[in-house]
Nanobody, 121 residues
Framework: QVQLVESGGGLVQPGGSLKLSCAAS????????MAWYRQTPGKQRELVAH???????NYRDSVKGRFTISRDNAKNTVYLQMNSLKPEDTAVYYC???????????????WGPGTQVTVSS
């Protein structure tokens, strides 16, 4: 069994910052790509940022220069530092990871349950 658990969401004023964390645990052999997505009611889930095992990153245009994705491979954790937050960043944020499971050596995409980020004055 593998689990992803996000933390760090909350309410912040426009222009503020939050740092999300997502820790993977369980029968993990290898964690490959990791990513953050977000979703608002009535809209499709969208990719926010992505990071490879070696640390290469990419971002959706609307968050470039404001958000930074990073990972700590020793802790099986991915982070999303969000600065200069805007009301339009309000969403449920999900982490995702492609993980090779120890027992079966199959690679499966796992998702966390999500954490709410609300940007409002």
């Amino acid at each position: 069994q593998v689990q992803l658990v996000e933390s760090g969401g909350g309410l912040v004023q426009p222009g503020g910052s939050l740092k999300l964390s997502c820790a993977a645990s369980g029968s993990i052999k290898v964690i490959h790509d990791m990513a953050w997505y977000r979703q608002t009611p009535g809209k499709q889930r969208e990719l926010v940022a992505h990071i490879t095992k070696s640390g290469s990153t990419n971002y959706r245009d609307s968050v470039k220069g404001r958000f930074t994705i990073s990972r700590d491979n020793a802790k099986n954790t991915v982070y999303l530092q969000m600065n200069s937050l805007k009301p339009e960043d309000t969403a449920v944020y999900y982490c995702a990871a492609a993980i090779t499971v120890l027992q079966t050596l199959t690679t499966i995409s796992y998702w966390g349950p999500g954490t709410q980020v609300t940007v409002s004055s």
